[in-house]
């Protein structure tokens, strides 16, 4: 069986939200761009990779935060999982074992679409439905923080505690 190691952006991916559209269209160009580098590159490459998915997780956690979302939401744990095992692949990648960056990215082509179309299409219909604004960060209101207990659509099942 083939392990795919790219993805490449499409209409299924779009969520309709044009900053989270075009973080995600990065995400996916940094991560091909990981796959195509050379091997004297890539560690290089995986690194700018994993900057950007830093950034990428802590602008929707930012995103979660101002609406007063727990950070014991599934949303949060999930990424700082992926996020733990990256650098535990960088740190390996480091240390001359390059072959885990492979892998990586390999694991990362088959949970991106699912977080995708789960977790984050759950947090954008819930921004818009909250008139958060995602090029401000701020509501219609002009506030920048607004809590009404409530949590998005996660994808889990109704049963499942999410934080
Ligand atoms: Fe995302
Ligand atoms: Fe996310």
Not at 27 to 37: D, G, V
Not at 119 to 137: H, I, N, P, W
Request: include cysteine; charged fraction near 20%; charge should be negative.
């Amino acid at each position: 069986m083939t392990v795919a190691n790219t993805l490449s952006w499409d209409d299924d991916l779009a969520l309709g939200d044009e900053r989270t559209d075009h973080t995600h269209q990065e995400f996916i160009e940094l991560l091909n761009a990981t796959t195509a580098a050379a091997p004297g590159n890539k560690l290089a490459a995986y690194q700018c990779l994993l900057e950007h998915t830093v950034e990428h997780f802590s602008q929707e956690e930012r995103w979660m935060s101002a609406c007063g979302i727990a950070p014991d939401f599934c949303h949060f744990s999930q990424h700082a999982s992926v996020l733990e095992v990256m650098k535990e692949v960088e740190r390996r990648a480091q240390a001359g074992e390059h072959a885990y960056i492979g892998s990586m990215i390999e694991a990362l082509v088959e949970w991106f679409p699912m977080h995708a179309s789960s977790m984050d299409a759950g947090l954008v219909s819930y921004l818009q439905e909250k008139g958060f604004d995602t090029a401000t960060e701020s509501f219609k209101d002009g506030s920048s923080v607004k809590v009404d207990g409530t949590a998005p659509d996660c994808g889990h099942e109704t049963s499942h505690s999410c934080g």
